[in-house]
T-cell receptor, first 115, second 114 residues
């Protein structure tokens, strides 16, 4: 059974650019959530996708957007990058919606640096 | 405004002793609580959880206690082992509104000393 994978591992961008981060969910999982973890902070919920639809969103501006594909893999897109977007971006998958939150499996994350 | 607070950034415990990690929350809508463990360069891994209808949940060396009236939970690890050295995150959720995702604390770095 393959776990959650994320690519790339590290990424450096400049302010104003756009970035796409990718996540492959664990086999059999149809729900994907994205989190942003700034240095010294806990992960902060960005949004969740269930069966290709956005199912919920945290307090992030619209320049953070996402997609989920039929194979349940997912992308996080960030437009007009700002310095404060520098963080570790974590993807988590789970087999179902809220009832199985304890089964959120996290990937290793993508470290984004914005210069 | 931090809805989940872990006020101890780090904790050092001797091997074999009990480790107690604390967490406080402010949102009374939270009804499900989780602890995650994170090693460097890895994503958080689920450790143990507790529903608000319970006050204790035990899994091997790990026990989570929930005091709803005080809005406080704690994770007890006994006996502590060197492999327990990691950052521990407390997280909370409103299962009825699960699409809000998990709300995490800032984490406590647990260091187990030999």
């Amino acid at each position: 059974e393959t776990g959650v994978t994320q690519s790339p591992t590290h990424l450096i961008k400049t302010r104003g650019q756009q970035v796409t981060l990718r996540c492959s969910s664990q086999s059999g999982h149809n729900t994907v959530s994205w989190y942003q973890q700034a240095l010294g902070q806990g992960p902060q919920f960005i949004f969740q996708y269930y069966r290709e639809e956005e199912n919920g969103r945290g307090n992030f501006p619209p320049r953070f957007s996402g997609l989920q594909f039929p194979n349940y893999s997912s992308e996080l897109n960030v437009n007009a990058l700002e310095l404060d977007d520098s963080a570790l971006y974590l993807c988590a998958s789970s087999p179902e919606l809220a009832g199985a939150l304890h089964e959120q499996f996290f990937g290793p994350g993508t470290r984004l640096t914005v210069l | 405004d931090q809805q989940v607070k872990q006020n101890s950034p780090s904790l050092s415990v001797q091997e074999g002793r009990i480790s107690i990690l604390n967490c406080d929350y402010t949102n009374s809508m939270f009804d499900y609580f989780l602890w995650y463990k994170k090693y460097p360069a890895e994503g958080p891994t689920f450790l143990i959880s507790i529903s608000s209808i319970k006050d204790k949940n035990e899994d091997g060396r790990f026990t989570v206690f929930l005091n709803k009236s005080a809005k406080h939970l704690s994770l007890h690890i006994v006996p502590s082992q060197p492999g327990d050295s990691a950052v521990y995150f407390c997280a909370a959720s409103n299962l009825g509104g699960g699409a809000d995702g998990l709300t995490f604390g800032k984490g406590t770095h647990l260091i187990i000393q030999p």
